[in-house]
Protein backbone atom coordinates (compact mmCIF):
# COMPACT_ATOMS: atom_id res chain seq x y z
CA UNK A 1 0.00 0.00 0.00
CA UNK A 2 1.15 3.61 -0.56
CA UNK A 3 1.16 6.53 1.37
CA UNK A 4 1.26 10.22 0.57
CA UNK A 5 2.10 12.19 3.29
CA UNK A 6 1.57 15.86 2.90
CA UNK A 7 2.99 18.30 5.48
CA UNK A 8 4.36 22.19 6.09
CA UNK A 9 1.30 23.90 5.73
CA UNK A 10 -0.12 26.43 8.37
CA UNK A 11 -1.31 29.90 8.70
CA UNK A 12 0.83 32.91 6.97
CA UNK A 13 0.61 36.64 6.46
CA UNK A 14 0.65 37.63 2.89
CA UNK A 15 4.16 37.96 1.61
CA UNK A 16 5.44 35.17 3.98
CA UNK A 17 6.53 31.49 2.82
CA UNK A 18 5.74 28.02 3.23
CA UNK A 19 7.25 24.63 2.39
CA UNK A 20 5.48 21.91 1.84
CA UNK A 21 6.79 18.10 2.14
CA UNK A 22 5.14 14.93 0.55
CA UNK A 23 6.72 11.77 1.73
CA UNK A 24 5.84 8.90 -0.65
CA UNK A 25 6.25 5.35 1.23
CA UNK A 26 5.41 1.73 0.93
CA UNK A 27 5.43 -0.80 -1.77
CA UNK A 28 7.16 1.82 -4.64
CA UNK A 29 8.88 0.46 -8.33
CA UNK A 30 8.70 3.38 -9.98
CA UNK A 31 7.23 6.94 -10.22
CA UNK A 32 6.87 8.61 -13.06
CA UNK A 33 5.09 11.89 -12.34
CA UNK A 34 4.40 13.77 -9.09
CA UNK A 35 2.85 17.14 -8.54
CA UNK A 36 0.81 19.50 -6.38
CA UNK A 37 -2.62 20.47 -6.70
CA UNK A 38 -4.89 22.82 -4.38
CA UNK A 39 -8.56 23.06 -3.49
CA UNK A 40 -9.91 26.34 -2.04
CA UNK A 41 -13.32 26.42 -0.37
CA UNK A 42 -16.22 26.32 -2.92
CA UNK A 43 -13.82 25.98 -5.75
CA UNK A 44 -12.76 23.37 -8.02
CA UNK A 45 -9.40 21.21 -7.05
CA UNK A 46 -6.45 22.83 -9.83
CA UNK A 47 -2.88 21.85 -10.55
CA UNK A 48 -0.58 23.89 -9.06
CA UNK A 49 2.72 22.54 -10.31
CA UNK A 50 4.19 19.31 -11.15
CA UNK A 51 7.38 17.63 -12.44
CA UNK A 52 6.23 15.66 -15.99
CA UNK A 53 7.19 12.48 -16.89
CA UNK A 54 10.58 14.13 -18.74
CA UNK A 55 11.48 15.54 -15.83
CA UNK A 56 10.70 19.14 -17.09
CA UNK A 57 7.96 21.38 -14.30
CA UNK A 58 4.89 22.98 -15.17
CA UNK A 59 3.46 25.89 -13.19
CA UNK A 60 -0.04 27.41 -13.27
CA UNK A 61 0.02 30.94 -14.02
CA UNK A 62 -0.91 32.09 -10.76
CA UNK A 63 2.03 30.59 -8.89
CA UNK A 64 4.78 31.35 -11.58
CA UNK A 65 7.96 32.84 -10.34
CA UNK A 66 6.66 32.54 -7.07
CA UNK A 67 6.46 28.79 -6.30
CA UNK A 68 9.16 26.44 -6.84
CA UNK A 69 8.94 22.40 -7.16
CA UNK A 70 11.78 19.91 -5.94
CA UNK A 71 12.05 16.64 -5.35
CA UNK A 72 14.51 13.95 -3.82
CA UNK A 73 14.74 10.80 -5.79
CA UNK A 74 16.34 8.88 -2.73
CA UNK A 75 13.79 10.08 -0.33
CA UNK A 76 10.93 9.86 -2.66
CA UNK A 77 9.78 13.24 -1.37
CA UNK A 78 8.19 16.12 -3.28
CA UNK A 79 8.75 19.46 -1.86
CA UNK A 80 6.99 23.43 -2.84
CA UNK A 81 8.74 26.20 -1.37
CA UNK A 82 5.77 28.97 -2.21
CA UNK A 83 6.82 32.50 -1.48
CA UNK A 84 4.96 36.08 -1.47
CA UNK A 85 2.01 34.26 -0.46
CA UNK A 86 -1.11 35.71 -1.24
CA UNK A 87 -4.34 35.20 0.48
CA UNK A 88 -5.87 33.61 -2.71
CA UNK A 89 -3.07 30.93 -2.54
CA UNK A 90 -5.38 29.94 0.75
CA UNK A 91 -6.42 26.32 0.07
CA UNK A 92 -5.68 22.51 0.52
CA UNK A 93 -2.80 21.50 -1.01
CA UNK A 94 -2.94 18.01 -2.43
CA UNK A 95 0.29 16.04 -3.37
CA UNK A 96 -0.23 13.44 -6.44
CA UNK A 97 2.04 10.75 -7.68
CA UNK A 98 1.62 8.70 -10.61
CA UNK A 99 3.16 5.26 -9.76
CA UNK A 100 3.74 1.24 -10.48
CA UNK A 101 3.71 -0.44 -7.03
CA UNK A 102 4.57 -4.01 -8.84
CA UNK A 103 5.51 -5.23 -12.31
CA UNK A 104 2.07 -6.67 -12.35
CA UNK A 105 -0.39 -3.98 -11.60
CA UNK A 106 -1.02 -0.93 -13.79
CA UNK A 107 0.14 2.67 -13.12
CA UNK A 108 -2.00 4.28 -10.55
CA UNK A 109 -2.88 7.78 -9.42
CA UNK A 110 -2.43 8.02 -5.58
CA UNK A 111 -3.46 11.41 -3.25
CA UNK A 112 -2.22 12.70 0.21
CA UNK A 113 -4.95 13.74 2.53
CA UNK A 114 -4.22 17.69 2.06
CA UNK A 115 -2.61 20.14 3.90
CA UNK A 116 -4.35 23.14 5.22
CA UNK A 117 -2.08 26.57 3.85
CA UNK A 118 -3.98 29.75 5.19
CA UNK A 119 -2.40 33.06 4.07
CA UNK A 120 -4.15 35.77 6.41
CA UNK A 121 -3.42 39.10 8.24
Known amino acids: QVQLVESGGGLVQPGGSLRLSCAASGSIVSIRTMGWYRQAPGKQRELVAH???????KYSDSVKGRFNISRDNARKTLYLQMNNLKPEDTAVYYCTAFLLTTWSEPWSDNWGQGTQVTISS
Open 51 to 57: FTSSGST
